[in-house]
């Protein structure tokens, strides 16, 4: 007792703020695509196949080939196509390298997702980024956990990329020529344009008008 009253009693409530901050805050932990190996392939610029064990980070623009031998390194500039199959969706997934222009007017080998061919083809680059909730809305305990987040391409029959970003009103721009059509498909299927599924339908529909 006598310790407690030769404290600053202003430290001691700041004191008393950092330790119940510092157990409020829970970080949830898990593991995405990208963070995992998946069996498939990559082919290189050089026409050279790998096949293996897959990891790809599309942040980084590099793809990593595991075989039963050694572990090879590929950057976007050294490879054409990737295939993996992601267990976690169960599906198979392609990836490319393209040449995109960056806002320098540059153009670099970037690793794109294929979501869907056609004449207008999707495309999509995607990040892990965290974000901070609360569990209630009184004040509970906040949770800091990792999504994926997506950013959408469209690659038109001439090779052109452009960047979408996920907006209805640009999507509608973008699809003006048959815009009408496309707001009437949107409203009666009560799809968002910034949802990876949606937006493969919305894309599918207008390829198909």
Known sequence: MKFLKKLDYKRLILLFLVFTFSFSIKTIAQQFPSQLWHQGYV???????VRGLIKYDMEANSIQAKTK?????????SILISEIFDETVGNNRMFYSIPY????????RMLFELLL???VSLLAREEIVQETATTNNFGGPQLVRDRLRYNFFFLDNKGEIQFYNGKRSDLISFMSRKGGLVKSFIK???????EVRDLIRIVAFYNSI
């Open 43 to 49: 082919i290189t610029v050089k026409k050279d196949t």
């Open 69 to 77: 031998q050694k572990v090879f390194s590929f950057s976007s500039h």
């Open 101 to 108: 222009e960056l806002n320098s007017g540059f153009k670099t």
């Open 117 to 119: 061919e056609g004449p």
């Open 188 to 194: 009666e299927n009560k799809l968002k344009t910034d």
